[in-house]
T-cell receptor
C-alpha cells in the first residue's frame, strides 16, 4: 500500500514540550497539506506545499507551528512549547498538481497535551 | 461569512429513505469541489468529486450550482452503513473543508 503515511499515530506530551510529526505522501504527489481537526469540527487548514515550496500558511496558525518539506517528499510539522489547546488530530494529505485532483489523507497523528 | 458552510445535523433518517445535504461556499472563484465521508475517529475518505454537470455514483448523486454557490449530495435508498459525517471540500488554491454533516441511519 503506497498511501499517505503519518507517524507517530499517537503522541502524549506535557505542556511546554516540543513535538514533531512526520508525513510521507503518495510518492507521485507533489502537493502536501497539513490540517488539524478537533471533535465535532471539520479539518482546519494549516499549511500546504507544492514540492518543497510552502505556498500558504493559515493566518490563524501560531508562530509556534512550523512545517518543512525540504526535499519535496516527506514533510514534518513541529509544534513548539505545546499548549493544551494544541490537543487535536493532525492530518496530512497529498494530491497531484492536476486540476480537480482530490486529497488523499493519512491516518493522522493524535496529539494529547497534558 | 465562513468559507464553507454545512448544516451540522445530525440528520436521523430511516433506512431506505433518501437524504440530501447542501454545502455553501463563499469564494466564487473556487475551482473544484468534493464530498468526503468520515467515520468516527478515522481520516476523511473521498466519496466523490463534484462536476459542473452533476454526477452520480451508485446511490450517490452530487450537484454543483455555481450561480448560488452551493454543492449538494443526495443519498438514495440509505443503508445503515451510510451513517457517518459527510464533509464538503472546496478548492481555490488550498482545499477548505466544511465542519461536516452528521448522518445517522436508523434501522
Amino acid at each position: 500500500d503506497t498511501g499517505v503515511s503519518q507517524n507517530p499515530r499517537h503522541k502524549i506530551t506535557k505542556r511546554g514540550q516540543n513535538v514533531t510529526f512526520r508525513c510521507d505522501p503518495i510518492s507521485e504527489h507533489n502537493r502536501l497539506y497539513w490540517y488539524r481537526q478537533t471533535l465535532g469540527q471539520g479539518p482546519e487548514f494549516l499549511t500546504y506545499f507544492q514540492n518543497e515550496a510552502q505556498l500558504e500558511k493559515s493566518r490563524l496558525l501560531s508562530d509556534r507551528f512550523s512545517a518543512e518539506r525540504p526535499k519535496g517528499s516527506f514533510s514534518t510539522l513541529e509544534i513548539q512549547r505545546t499548549e493544551q489547546g494544541d490537543s487535536a488530530m493532525y492530518l496530512c494529505a497529498s494530491s497531484s498538481g492536476v486540476h480537480n485532483s482530490p486529497l488523499h489523507f493519512g491516518n493522522g497523528t493524535r496529539l494529547t497535551v497534558t | 461569512r465562513k468559507e464553507v458552510e454545512q448544516d451540522p445535523g445530525p440528520f436521523n433518517v430511516p433506512e431506505g429513505a433518501t437524504v440530501a445535504f447542501n454545502c455553501t461556499y463563499s469564494n466564487s472563484a473556487s475551482q473544484s469541489f468534493f464530498w468526503y465521508r468520515q467515520d468516527c475517529r478515522k481520516e476523511p475518505k473521498l466519496l466523490m468529486s463534484v462536476y459542473s454537470s452533476g454526477n452520480e455514483d451508485g446511490r450517490f448523486t452530487a450537484q454543483l450550482n455555481r450561480a448560488s454557490q452551493y454543492i449538494s449530495l443526495l443519498i438514495r435508498d440509505s443503508k445503515l452503513s451510510d451513517s457517518a459525517t459527510y464533509l464538503c471540500a472546496v478548492r481555490d488554491d488550498k482545499i477548505i473543508f466544511g465542519k461536516g454533516t452528521r448522518l445517522h441511519i436508523l434501522p
